[in-house]
């Protein structure tokens, strides 16, 4: 087990560093966007390029982020009903979801789009717009957000049964109280950062 939590850690780490790229690419997608727009009303100037260069950064962020909003419990959750519930029925209802639904879904979004980034690929398909981008780098991202997200459910998975087993604190913990968890993790005063 403690070999898993060593490869779950690798990969909470590697969610983390993705998230923190992510944060670049909205940065990006605000100034393009904002760009964009300014030029359109100021100069009467449009680019077909430069709208689908934002719908591709937007499009990064939601799908390759997947992993890092589970990494960090900002996925979606039934708060009211699950704060009433002890720490291990609420980490046996995680393994559940990601066994029963997570997983299966994002296996089946990831055989179902991996063909369509290959087509496209394959072919150098090309925006329908007029000085539209190629395709194959936006179809990409479905299928490799899929793999992330995956590789951070199989993490939260190793972190559920190990918290069941009695090798590590709740990781759901911070979720409940997320200003206890900074509390916990800021450094002592006088402690060198």
Do not use: C
């Not at 055989?111 to 179809?139: C, D, H, T, Y």
């Not at 991202?141 to 992330?148: A, F, K, N, R, Y």
């Not at 409940?176 to 800021?186: L, R, T, V």
């Amino acid at each position: 087990m403690q070999f898993l939590l060593r490869l779950s850690r690798g990969m909470d780490a590697i969610s983390d560093w993705v998230g923190r790229v992510l944060i670049w690419a909205l940065f990006t997608t605000v100034i393009v966007s904002a760009a964009n727009a300014i030029v359109r009303k100021v100069f009467s100037v449009g680019s077909n390029a430069w709208l689908e260069v934002q719908w591709y950064l937007f499009a990064a962020v939601f799908l390759l982020g997947a992993g890092y909003a589970f990494l960090h419990n900002a996925h979606v959750r039934i708060d009211f009903i699950s704060g009433r519930l002890s720490a291990r029925t609420r980490n046996i209802i995680d393994i559940v979801g990601i066994v029963a639904f997570l997983a299966p879904l994002a296996w089946i979004l990831l055989q179902l789009s991996w063909p369509l980034f290959v087509k496209a690929w394959q072919s150098g398909e090309m925006s329908q717009n007029a000085g539209g981008l190629i395709r194959w780098p936006v179809l990409a991202l479905l299928p490799l957000g899929m793999v992330l997200l995956l590789a951070q459910a199989a993490s939260e998975l190793v972190k559920r049964v190990a918290f069941l087993k009695g090798l590590i604190p709740d990781p759901l913990a911070h979720a409940e109280n997320p200003e206890a968890q900074m509390i916990a993790e800021a450094p002592a005063e006088g402690t060198p950062r």
